[in-house]
């Protein structure tokens, strides 16, 4: 007999030692339960398999190891009832299905300050945070001056599909509006589903498609892309034209945003960033 445990055995226990823990660190008296005769600490094995609806044997036969392979729906019972973060139920779905959990959308709720500040330290760097359903949500002040003046826009109004199918001025300030608007659609469409967001854009997809027959057009051509990387060549406030090499990046923790920014792509264009800031905080001090 080999000393040797199976991969299926060593993920059982990991996931048995995993619940007991996150039980264990319950307060039974924040969840309405009695303290009496209470020989360890946190939520007895029954009291978690009645929050989370399933039979109190099979529970404890999970936390011993020998429970088998639990569903997403029933994984997802047990994190409610152990009142698991988003981090801490990603890491229940990898120990015992070897994969993360569906992605559940949820709105925005804005950003922190600490990641506000992160965009006010890029001076001549536009930046801005957006939803997965391209919301804008936070941005800098080279943003404002480059891109958008954001908060001059009503809530509703930041989303940067309305901006660049239904607002003539952002479609003239592109070099090559119609392979800039194929980028957004397509990337657009990606996230949403990425973020499992497909029944919350059906409004916008419906306003968008009434509203704008090139929008229509480009989504009924279900293409896809991931944001990545590349060059926007922008026509700045004075009608000269500016190049950015932008990047996308993930915000950790967050998975229903993304941080976009927006390098000069030479050394002359970083003055013209650092020009148009000046310019519009002149303009904001003036009398």
Known sequence: MTNR??????EAHSLGAYLR????KLDPAALGFELTRRRTPGLRREEVAQR???SATWYTWLEQGRGGAPSAD?????????????????????????R?????????????????????????????????????????????AVLTDYGALAPHQRNV???????????ERQLDWESVARFVVSTF???????????????????????????????????????????????DADGGWLSMEFSAFA?????DLAMVIYNPATPADAERIRALIAAREGRAGAP
């Open 189 to 235: 469409r990606a996230d949403t589903v990425r973020a499992g967001a497909g029944d919350a854009v059906k409004a916008l997809v419906d306003e968008l498609s009434r509203a704008s027959p090139e929008f229509e057009r480009l989504w009924r051509d279900n293409d896809v892309r991931s944001h990545g990387h590349g060059v926007k060549t922008l026509r």
């Open 5 to 10: 445990m199976t991969a299926s055995a060593v």
């Open 52 to 54: 989370a609806h399933v």
């Open 161 to 171: 599909l309305r901006m660049m199918f239904c607002e003539p001025q952002a479609r």
């Open 74 to 98: 029933v994984l997802d019972r047990l994190a409610r009832a152990l009142m698991l973060t988003e981090v801490e139920r990603e890491h229940l779905f990898l120990i015992a299905l070897g």
């Open 100 to 144: 993360p959990p569906e992605v559940r959308y949820r709105e925005a709720e804005g950003v922190t300050p600490r990641l506000q500040r992160a965009l006010d330290a890029l001076p001549l760097s536009p930046a801005l945070i957006k939803t997965s359903t391209w919301d804008i949500v936070a941005w800098n002040r080279a943003a404002e």
């Open 21 to 24: 823990d996150r039980r264990e």
């Open 251 to 255: 915000v950790d923790g967050r998975p």
